[in-house]
């Protein structure tokens, strides 16, 4: 138990079910055993640059070698110093002269139900013509691009194309709003701004350009909007600025060699989804974070050359740069891209997609996992998902009966669950299962990738024992790590570097258990303080969602006269009204579950959390109005600004 003094969080969850591997799967995976798995571990942890030396010069292209793996001075490190590479190159080129080219890359639906298929031969066309478009703009390596798109090829192309010639992109995920789009357009001095009429989603178009319009009347870098057609309403194209994309194509020349880049070159930009305050860009480069997210798609996803992988996150987050375009792309993979929202027609479009393009592996959210289970199991019913084989969960933790429910319902039983963490700093997934090898538990992300190295540490930095939560860091660089904040040097060091001295400083607590399984416990800054014991938010949480008419908690502290914090839950429930009766039920649900320490002293019922737009409870919020603060805290991110006010009429 915590003294409160130290930092140290208590373990207060008791998942015990494990979930090895079937030896039919492990026979087949790419590491096919936990002893493997430890022997593979201990090597790289023993030696870091040799490991991934071997995996740089075989696995990735380069028009001339480096001459040293790693040159490390905290917090700058520069990955395969001396060498010249190209991401593009390396997700199309290389795949070129191979069975690969015929192969499918991209097989895309939009929301209405159309369909397009490109592969990587036809995908490499197109890259080297929008690169020539761009480069006609005047964009040259290290200028920065601001992808404003919805989830259709040209998103991934134009990401690809900016690779290609250097350029840095910046992906403005399409549900942002004006405002937020100049503000990612000025603070990366972005010179051209690619963008559609409009997208899809749940039916309804979504007015891009104009609200493009609105943000560049305040962003005065963009020199050239590029425009394409999506949906083909009426919008305005300003003369001189706006380009439409099939005209600039019609004309663009297929020839264009990749450009040779510097290990080190900026590959993209991108914003940070705001949970915790004023988005960050985040800075990534080229070979590291290349190779990162090559090997860690394949140990992680398992991939074979015949998946059909499915990614369903939007481009406009980290996990559709590193596991919709530049992992699977690396790798060879088909993947399947999808424009719109998970229920439109009906709840069960997710599932239809799966059947349809026979899916074997699918990677998504926590939160869309709980709206499913939400809807109901009918939608998943209809459908034949035996084609699945594999299943990850990303962004959040997963509330372990949310874990069984996509174990049973979606999985059949059959499929690894591989539940990962990691951030839009780390580049590519950090810990996780690797499905063939470690057997899961609900509700823990496991076990570090190869080269990577967890450290924990209570507030007096002293690293904490067994069970015991604290500050999680990673004590080694590793190939996918953050270069920078842009243009924020002091933040990039005060964020990351500081508070544990030489390490990087995670923002999230963990503890690591008896059989070396590491728990996300929440972030810091949301740990709540009950009479001197620290708890996990997510485990409050959990406990909450473990109850049948509850849909989704999320649990905040708010000040306390004698307890120094009380905790707050904010509760959904299923199909249940809202009464007295079941709060007694929920606060005596999570004394049985936990303990009398974790009962949460209010129950509040909303119809809906908020969320940040990749769907993230944003728990800052929900304290200050626990506590009752008039004011909250930065709330461009939120997804819908009228939960604050529905969350206010509840008090
Ligand atoms: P910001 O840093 O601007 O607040 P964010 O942290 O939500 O935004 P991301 O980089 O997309 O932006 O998310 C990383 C965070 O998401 C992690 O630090 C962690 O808190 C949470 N997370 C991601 N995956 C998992 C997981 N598998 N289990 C638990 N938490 C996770
Ligand atoms: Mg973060």
Known sequence: MSDGK??????????????????????????????????????????????????AKEELHWFEPYNQVLEWN?????????????????????????????????????????????????????????????????VETGDRVSLYMPMVPELAI???????????????FAGFSAESIADRNNDAQAKVIVTADAGWRRGKELHLKAIVDEALEKSETIEKCVVLKRVGNEIEMKPERDLWWHELMADASAEREATPLDSETPLFILYTSGSTGKPKGILHTTAGYNLYAKKSFEWVFDHRDDDI????????????????????????????????????????????????????IMYTAPTAIRAFIKWGDQWV???????????????????????????????????????????????????SPLPGAIATKPGSCTRPLFGIVPGIYDSSLEEVGKNQGGMLTITQPWPGML??????????????????????????????????????????????????????????ESALVSHPLVAEAAVVGRPHDIKGEAIAAFVTLKD?????????????????????????DDIRFTSILPKTRSGKIMRRLLRDIASGKEEVGDTTTLEDYSVLAKLRDND
């Open 309 to 360: 992988y499915w990614c369903t996150a939007d481009c406009g987050w980290i996990t559709g740069h590193s596991y919709v375009v530049y992992g699977p792309f690396s790798a060879g993979a088909t993947c399947v891209m999808y424009e719109g929202a998970p229920n439109f027609p009906d709840e069960g479009r997710f599932w239809e997609i799966i059947e349809k393009y026979k899916v074997t």
């Open 381 to 431: 019913d209809k459908h034949d998902l035996s084609s699945l084989r594999l299943l990850g969960t990303v962004g959040e933790g997963i509330n372990p009966e949310a874990w069984m429910w996509y174990h049973k319902k979606i999985g059949g039983e059959r499929c690894p669950i591989v539940d990962t963490w990691w951030q839009t700093e780390t580049g590519g997934i950090m810990m």
């Open 74 to 138: 905290c917090p700058d490190a520069k990955w395969f110093v001396g060498g010249k590479t190209n991401v593009s190159y390396n997700c199309l080129d290389r795949h070129l002269g191979t069975p690969t080219a015929d192969k499918t890359a991209i097989l895309w639906e939009g929301e209405p139900g159309d369909q397009r298929t490109l592969t990587y031969k036809e995908l490499h066309v197109e890259v080297c013509k929008f690169a020539n478009v761009l480069a006609g703009l005047g």
């Open 158 to 172: 134009a990401m690809l194309a900016c690779a290609r010639i250097g350029a840095i992109h910046s992906v403005i």
């Open 6 to 55: 130290t930092g140290q969080i208590d373990n207060v969850m008791h998942e015990s079910r494990l979930f090895p591997p079937s030896p039919e799967f492990a026979s087949k995976a790419r590491v096919k055993s936990v002893e493997e798995y430890e022997k593979i571990w201990n090597e790289a942890k023993a030696d870091i640059p040799a490991f991934w030396d071997k995996f």
């Open 483 to 540: 270069r920078g904040v842009w243009g924020d040097r002091e933040r990039f060091e005060a964020t990351y570097w500081s508070r544990v001295p030489g390490k990087y400083l995670a923002g999230d607590n963990a503890r690591c258990d008896e059989d070396g399984y590491y728990w996300i416990m929440g972030r810091i800054d949301d740990v709540i303080n009950v009479a001197g014991h620290r708890l996990s938010t997510i485990e409050v």
């Open 576 to 600: 249940t009204e809202a009464s007295e009766e079941a709060r007694e039920i929920l606060k005596q649900h999570v004394r049985k579950e936990i303990g009398a320490l974790a009962v949460p």
